[in-house]
């Protein structure tokens, strides 16, 4: 299984009050690799790793499980 995010962005709230939880980012993760995620408290690991089992979708960009969004 292969996943990759490619230019994916998750925003929240409207624009006068917009919080962007991930921004921009690319990445692959191929069969076997081992990942680990880090960052302080608020830095959009739990938002990065849903998106990337499904259960959230980009406000901008892809993530392919794959090569299927």
Not at 18 to 45: F, H, M, P, T, W
Request: proline letters at 1%.
């Amino acid at each position: 299984m292969l996943i990759q995010m490619i230019n994916t962005t998750k925003t929240y709230g409207k624009v006068e009050s917009l919080v962007e939880a991930v921004k921009n980012i690319s990445l692959s993760i191929n069969e076997g690799d081992y990942v680990a995620v880090r960052g302080s408290s608020g830095s959009g690991k739990t938002t990065l790793l849903s998106m990337m089992a499904g259960l959230q979708h980009p406000t901008d960009g892809k993530v392919l499980i794959d090569e299927i969004s």
